[in-house]
């Protein structure tokens, strides 16, 4: 009596062919980068939010802006914090040593707190694109494994010349492994690509409306 065929992921993994197996091992680890990165992001842009409200609590408390600077000091760690340092130690450097300020001292804090919120929009969406590709690729390099897998079924079958179905049935489960690997990493990619990219945008608007409430407050105090 023969035994039934085992259809294990594990035992379609060991059946397949060398390549299909490969192709298998690459959406894997394609699927434990993406996640790898999914979590990192998560926690990066919940520590963003928290030191975000946390700055802007600060900020508002009517404390002097000179005191909140002296406080944090030119080499801060939240984004908040530099993006309020970079337009901070811009506004020092444009007085002269008479008390008055050096003509255009507007545009250069802006430029200065614009350099400062790209560089935090960059550290945002680092490693973004990785899920973006895992997502686009993935689908097809399953699929690629699967019509690699079937070849190989309809090769076996003419050489056997058997086309029983529990001859063609492993082959063929073997070879759509891959394209639901493929499925499995390409799917949670897109979505959380779609989420933090959303995330990412909205906290750098928090950004770029904190750096021209910011460069408000200063105007005032230039034109005063």
């Not at 802006?65 to 000091?73: A, E, P, T, V």
């Not at 008390?99 to 614009?114: E, F, K, N, V």
């Not at 394209?179 to 979505?191: E, F, H, Q």
């Amino acid at each position: 009596m023969e035994h039934a065929a085992d259809f294990s992921m594990w035992a379609l993994f060991a059946r397949a062919t060398i390549t299909v197996k490969l192709v298998m091992i690459m959406l894997i680890a394609s699927s434990f980068w993406a996640w790898a990165i999914i979590v990192q992001k998560i926690i990066q842009y919940r520590k963003a939010r928290a030191e975000a409200a946390k700055f802007d609590q600060a900020f508002w408390s009517g404390e002097p802006l000179d005191g909140l600077f002296d406080q944090i000091g030119m080499t801060p760690d939240g984004a908040s914090e530099k993006i309020f340092a970079a337009g901070m130690m811009e506004w020092r450097r444009s007085h002269r040593t008479d008390g008055g300020l050096i003509a255009g001292a507007t545009s250069r804090i802006d430029r200065a707190m614009d350099v400062a919120i790209a560089r935090e929009a960059d550290e945002l969406q680092k490693g973004l694109p990785v899920l973006a590709t895992v997502g686009s690729t993935t689908p097809f390099v399953g699929l690629f494994g699967t019509v690699w897998g079937i070849m190989n079924s309809f090769i076996e079958i003419a050489e056997q010349q058997n086309t029983n179905l529990a001859v063609v049935a492993p082959g063929i489960a073997e070879a759509l492994l891959a394209t639901g690997l493929g499925l499995l990493a390409a799917i949670p990619a897109v979505i959380f690509y779609n989420k933090l990219s959303s995330d990412s945008d909205r906290i750098v608007s928090g950004y770029e409306a904190f750096s021209d409430e910011f460069a408000t407050i200063l105007s005032r105090q230039l034109d005063s």
